[in-house]
């Protein structure tokens, strides 16, 4: 039987090597969807403040059915970016367009079909979680409301204290709220300002497992985050800083910008090289090595999704100071 060593490494990737050689690369991925609609449109969009820039020309296309993750240090546009496309900000130049509507001249139309959780949870403190959720949900005339409030407070795992008020609610179960807000009139295409920030693990864990769920269900989410691990689990990624767009891919492509160190251990001897993080790159240098049955070991260290963005900035940085 012709032995098969199958390698994961960090960016992403399957490797399946035989004796013979043989190296079949596979990116792993979330099952590729034919979209032809974009949710969002934003062509050429600035933000002044007076002397300071938020927004610098900003293009982008988002399509329907995707996790759209915008990451980039504080200060970077971020949630400029999301006021501007929810209609709470009025853009200096440029357009907009979400589901078809302009955010400002239609933003009525537009309210009832977007969800939107601010960084900040803008939550009543006086009135009880599921108050707040009944309150918020009522605004887009939801019908079964009772129901969807019910199912909402249930996942977010905050059935027994449904009828606490919120001002004795922790910043992470503050959070869950404010998220259950922005969900339960399901809507079409929804805003998330840092929404895992400052709540624990298990939860974190079950927002993605939500947010693929409305993914696959046809919803579009736009997710801003500086959680790097966050950003492999969108659909595509693009990185902001001083308001202007750096890079527009996939995380994948994104990681394969990155270097891979490759450990071989052979009779005891260990070897070690730095190769690009992508299925060619491993391959090639594997055939290297024969794949010999008395390779014992292979350990895969590529650079971290934060190395890559950190170097993509500093590179900015440096062409802008030629």
């Excluded at 707040?132 to 949900?137: D, R």
């Excluded at 693009?238 to 052979?266: C, Y």
Aim: charged share 25%; hydrophobic share 40%; net charge positive.
């Amino acid at each position: 039987m012709v032995p098969v060593i199958q390698i994961w490494n960090l960016a992403g990737i399957k490797f399946s090597v035989n004796k013979s050689n043989l190296v079949n690369c596979r990116p792993y991925s979330y099952q590729e969807k034919a979209r032809m609609t974009n949710a969002v449109e934003i062509k050429n969009l600035c933000k002044d403040y007076d002397k300071l820039v938020g927004l610098n020309n900003i293009t982008l296309n988002v399509q329907e059915g995707t996790i759209y993750g915008l990451i980039g240090p504080n200060g970077a546009g971020k949630t400029t970016l999301i006021k501007a496309l929810v209609g709470s900000l009025k853009p200096t130049t440029g357009s907009v367009s979400v589901l078809g509507l302009n955010p400002l001249r239609d933003r009525w139309k537009l309210r009832k079909q977007i969800g939107y959780m601010p960084q900040t949870p803008a939550l009543y403190d006086d009135l009880s979680a599921k108050k707040n959720i009944l309150f918020f949900g009522s605004a887009q005339s939801n019908t079964g409301l009772e129901k969807k409030t019910n199912d909402i407070l249930e996942f977010a795992e905050l059935t027994n204290r449904a009828n606490d008020l919120v001002r004795t609610f922790s910043g992470g179960m503050k959070k869950r709220v404010s998220l259950c807000c922005a969900l339960v009139h399901q809507p079409k295409i929804v805003f998330l300002d840092e929404p895992t920030a400052a709540i624990d693990l298990h939860l974190k864990l079950q927002s993605w497992k939500l947010f693929r769920k409305l993914a696959n269900d046809g919803v579009t989410l736009f997710i801003s985050t500086h959680l790097m691990d966050e950003a492999l689990l969108c659909d595509k990624v693009a990185i902001l800083r001083n308001g202007k767009i750096l890079i527009v891919d996939t995380p994948q492509k994104i990681l394969e910008r990155g270097k891979t160190t490759l450990t071989i251990s052979e009779k005891g001897e260990t070897k070690e090289s730095i190769i690009d993080s992508t299925p060619d790159s491993l391959a090639k240098e594997l055939q290297r090595f024969g794949l010999k049955e008395n390779i014992t070991c292979i350990t895969l260290h590529p650079d971290t999704i934060e190395s890559i963005v950190l170097t993509i900035i500093s590179e900015k940085e440096k062409q802008e100071k030629k």
